[in-house]
């Protein structure tokens, strides 16, 4: 009786997983509407898609944080800096909330468990931490571009803090992963000749992509817009630690070495006259599902739906800086890519998914055996339907992160009537934007790029005040 009352449960789990689709639906396939807008350069519209009503239930979902990096993001790449930043701050309320608990609540464990007999998708997402590292990145540059130095020196800070975190998070798990008898299980588990050359074959480019640039959760571009932002704001000793350490990071840009040398020697006169040039391009690294059949002591083989990282193709891209005559005064430099971000973390976490995939899968072929053994036939088609079903990797990332980061730095004191190109791989130039450059002082530029062709900028600007209201109007607007 138990056990048909267990068959039957599971059948209306399965029809009620079915009728939400919630973590049926993959991630991608959720996005794809705003993000196919995003990534065809339609930032203004990909904003009006993603904060419409029908978006609503997104933003209250286990995927909220999710949802509000990708619009916060979007409206960066699109200018809207100060909305762009208020939505950030909601998606930063939200991590915040998951990071407070330091006691695993019940809805917590009762997401683990879920994800146990459905699939990973069922725990909310809390923000990777190369999620919450960005985050301070983007609303960094979002107070550049309204000229609140100060503010993007904060965020600056804040993003070093997340980089800490990470360590001491990373650091913690290892230590408990090692003494953690389950862990040792499913890395036992997958430990044979045969599993090891699977896993070698679908994964073995993960260590190509692991770079001292990103070790301990380092992102040299973090760095440098913190050493920007320090140094507009007054601080250039600061900033040139920040350089250094990009410096050493990065030792093939050399723009690194310049800027600091300058700021070293006239710091005044460097940041009244220097134009900084951050310019993304092209789409960031997506996931993807990968199934492989594995061999499980005891239980036999059993199909495991694993997330994989997928760089995407794009064709390289960068910044050219000309002078009216046509001189040109800078060229961009790469300085960090999200596909080695991406993989660093990936490979950070590489036990703890194969821990929860091989605990799923493997509860999900003993509840299909027991079926089976109870119910014969039927037990055993519904179950191993229930297995196929439910047995889905976790692809959520934020989509809209580009794939390089690069940097410019243009000398502004013999003129400022510059343009601000995009050039391919070979210098030929393909978009070309004259922007209106403050009198004197810094001059910030933010550049985007999500396809070929494309180029998005926006000068940094101190927003315009918002009107007094008038006596009328108040007077109009009283009850």
């Not at 919630?22 to 807008?37: E, H």
């Not at 930032?43 to 999710?66: C, P």
């Not at 990373?170 to 588990?189: C, F, L, M, N």
């Amino acid at each position: 009786m138990q056990r048909a009352l267990h068959l039957l449960f599971l059948a209306a789990l399965s029809l009620w997983q079915v009728a939400c689709g919630s973590t049926l639906t993959s991630y991608p396939r959720q996005s794809q509407k705003v993000y196919g807008l995003y990534a065809t350069g339609q930032f203004d519209q990909a904003a009006t898609e993603i904060a419409s009503k029908s978006y609503d239930g997104k933003r209250e979902s286990i995927d909220a944080v999710l949802w509000l990096l990708e619009e916060g993001k979007i409206l960066h790449a699109a200018g809207r800096f100060e909305e762009s930043n208020v939505v950030f701050s909601k998606a930063e309320a939200r991590i915040n909330e998951f990071k407070a608990k330091a006691v695993i609540s019940a809805s917590e464990l009762g997401s683990e468990a879920a994800s146990t007999v459905t699939n990973p998708n069922a725990i909310p997402y809390a923000g990777r931490w190369q999620d919450r590292i960005l985050l301070h990145t983007y609303k960094a540059l979002n107070y550049m571009g309204l000229c609140d130095w100060e503010g993007a020196a904060v965020e600056a800070r804040l993003a070093y803090e997340a980089q800490r975190d990470a360590r001491e998070a990373y650091a913690s798990d290892i230590e408990s992963a090692g003494q953690d008898a389950e862990t040792q299980q499913a890395k036992s588990a997958v430990e044979s000749a045969e599993n090891q050359e699977k896993l070698a074959s679908e994964y073995g480019d993960v260590k190509s992509y692991l770079t001292p640039a990103y070790a301990n959760f380092s992102n040299p571009y973090t760095s440098y817009v913190s050493a920007v932002a320090r140094s507009i704001d007054g601080d250039p000793g600061e900033a040139l630690v920040d350089l250094r350490d990009v410096a050493a990071m990065v030792p093939e840009a050399t723009i690194v070495g310049e800027h600091a040398k300058a700021l070293d020697e006239r710091p005044a006169q460097t940041v009244a006259n220097t134009l900084y040039v951050f310019f993304e391009s092209g789409p960031g690294p997506q996931m993807v599902e990968a199934k492989l059949a594995v061999f499980v002591p005891k239980i036999g083989y059993v199909a495991l739906a694993l997330p994989k990282v997928s760089p995407q193709l794009v064709a390289p891209s960068r910044i050219v800086v000309r002078a009216k005559d046509g001189r040109v005064l800078a060229t961009s430099e790469p300085l960090a890519c999200a596909d080695n971000m991406a993989m660093a973390e990936f490979d950070a976490n590489w036990g703890k998914t194969m821990l929860r995939t091989i605990t799923s899968t493997v509860a999900k072929a003993i509840l299909t055996y027991q079926l089976q053994k109870e119910h014969g036939t039927a037990g055993l088609i519904l179950g191993s339907l229930y297995s196929a079903i439910m047995s889905n990797a976790d692809l959520r990332s934020w989509r809209t992160v580009g794939k390089q980061f690069q940097v410019a730095c243009a000398d502004l004191s013999l003129g400022r009537d510059v343009e601000v190109c995009l050039a391919d791989s070979q210098g030929n130039v393909i978009a070309v934007r004259h922007l209106p450059l403050p009198a004197s002082g810094p001059a910030v530029v933010l550049a985007t790029s999500v396809m070929p062709g494309h180029l998005e900028a926006h000068v940094a600007a101190k927003p315009k005040p918002k009107p007094e209201p008038t006596p009328q109007a108040e007077a109009s607007a009283a009850p």
